[in-house]
């Protein structure tokens, strides 16, 4: 598999990292239901023996449970991947998260992820949100003392926008942003794109299925079996009036393109988060071996002029339909 270096960084990812949100299962508020934890760690060693680079993780994620998956999974691999992980959620005794990023909150943070995942050092830390704001120069500064004392490599950001970043430059070079980015949200391409392109910041996409929007297999029957403790069903890209102009998209114009092309819709999605020259690498989450065996074909295959054309008429024609309810 290709790899790409994560901006100015010694650090070269595949262009596919293993997303492993899902992976937390299910329990807390933004988790996908239940998940089998053999199952997981199955999942973890095949996108490895695929080739797959990089993992990434939280201890959002479960609360602590995805890290402690994702390092069972490690133990007694003899080349073991890139981690990048999280810091700025925290959790009570009533499983419920808030933001956190005061210097005494990340060195805690730091121990414990290194002690769930059972490695010495962490190759990307990232701060998850920039939340609260105002304590984002006081967690960068904290980030960069673990740095300078090696429990840490390199250090970035996800959902931070270019005014954020910019805050926090001059205490630390920031690594690399992980935004959201789809054909379904797309914000980044108008300031955040150019300015990491100019910065040599490197971009790591998550969600660039849309929470499996983007895949083909997302029905309205399925929808309604999911898990009562799987966020999407409160998503509004799952609900109406977006559900409809979304699997609109899918069967009629995105389906039709991976056929000529001979992919899934899933592989053409990834394919398309990538096309972007900015882009280091898309985060693909799985929970079964057989999703990520899927989703490591042909997805970093360029795509047709033609047919990009295409998907970007087909996502104006949505935005339009959006703009006129």
């Not at 999280?86 to 009570?92: H, L, Q």
Request: glycine share 8%; hydrophobic share 40%.
């Amino acid at each position: 598999m290709n790899t790409k270096s994560l901006g100015w960084t010694e650090l070269n990812f595949t262009q596919i990292g293993l997303g492993t949100w899902a992976i937390g299962g299910g329990g807390w508020a933004f988790g996908w239901g239940p998940q089998d934890d053999t199952l997981s760690v199955e999942t973890i060693h095949r996108a490895l023996d695929l080739g797959i680079n990089w993992i990434d993780t939280a201890p959002a994620y479960g609360l602590g449970h995805c890290e402690t998956v994702v390092g069972q999974a490690l133990k007694g691999r003899a080349n073991k991947p890139f981690i990048a992980t999280k810091c700025g959620r925290s959790w009570g005794s009533d499983r419920k998260l808030f933001p956190a990023l005061r210097k005494k909150t990340i060195l805690g943070e730091v121990d414990a992820s290194l002690t769930r995942l059972g490695v010495g050092v962490i190759d990307l830390y990232q701060v998850h949100w920039p939340q609260p704001e105002e304590e984002i120069e006081e967690a960068w500064d904290a980030i960069a003392d673990v740095v300078r004392s090696g429990k840490i490599r390199y250090a970035g950001v996800c959902n931070f926008n270019v005014s954020q970043i910019k805050r926090i430059q001059p205490i630390h070079p920031v690594a690399s942003v992980q935004p959201p980015y789809s054909m379904l949200v797309r914000d980044v391409e108008a300031e955040l794109l150019p300015f990491c392109a100019q910065e040599n910041i490197g971009v790591v996409a998550y969600s660039p299925m849309q929470k499996g929007l983007l895949t083909g297999k997302i029905t309205r029957e399925r929808i309604a079996e999911f898990a009562r403790d799987d966020h999407r069903s409160r998503d509004p890209q799952f609900l109406e009036p977006l559900l409809d102009l979304n699997l609109e998209l899918v069967n009629d114009t995105l389906r039709p393109i991976a056929e000529r092309n001979q992919m899934t819709v899933a592989q053409l999605a990834i394919a398309w988060v990538l096309r972007r020259p900015e882009m280091t690498a898309a985060i693909v989450g799985a929970r079964r071996p057989g999703q990520i065996e899927e989703t490591v074909q042909h997805s970093t295959l360029a795509l047709p002029e033609d047919d990009l054309h295409t998907i970007d008429h087909a996502l104006r024609i949505r935005q339009e339909s959006i703009q006129s309810r």
